[in-house]
């Protein structure tokens, strides 16, 4: 387990901070080469805002996201912080939406978002053969204004 002051966390973070500008200075576009989007949730101790830059698939009007924090064996903050409060922004380009986050119970429906998951980011495979824990698929279906 990796500790919280870590110098590999400290990197991840500044690595963040770096990605989350970047985004909102070219509104989206080119990052990364994936469709990626800013959540942004509440935290859940602080109360303050807590945005990650994501790989997101639509479904739909909905937007799917996995919580995989790289195969750890805990779940990331921000799906911690969603649990706790559903309701999320997110950024898609330019466009800012408000959304309802819930995770997909239905196995079918898990495996059908998660196989559209893999199709961008094979790399999810990898993940979910280094935790014990079932990687949650996410939806966060955007509200009426």
């Keep these: 387990m990796v500790k919280k002051d870590s110098l590999a966390v400290k990197f991840l973070k500044g690595f963040v901070r770096v990605h989350i500008g970047l985004y909102q200075l070219v509104k989206g576009r080119g990052l990364i080469g994936k469709h990626t989007i800013l959540v942004t949730t509440v935290g859940r101790k602080s109360g303050q805002p807590r945005t990650r830059p994501l790989y997101a698939v639509k479904d739909g009007n909905d937007y799917i996201v996995l919580a995989s924090f790289g195969g750890s064996p805990q779940h990331p903050d921000w799906y911690l912080n969603l649990q706790a409060n559903p309701q999320v922004t997110?950024?898609?380009?330019?466009?800012?939406?408000?959304?309802?986050?819930?995770?997909v119970e239905d196995e079918a429906e898990r495996e059908r978002l998660?196989?559209?998951?893999?199709?961008i980011y094979a790399g999810y495979n990898d993940y979910q053969q280094r935790t014990e824990r079932k990687i949650p698929v996410v939806r966060l279906s955007p509200q009426p204004a």
């Design 90 to 103: 997110i950024q898609d380009g330019n466009k800012t939406l408000s959304t309802i986050a819930s995770t």
């Design 114 to 119: 998660w196989s559209k998951m893999i199709a």
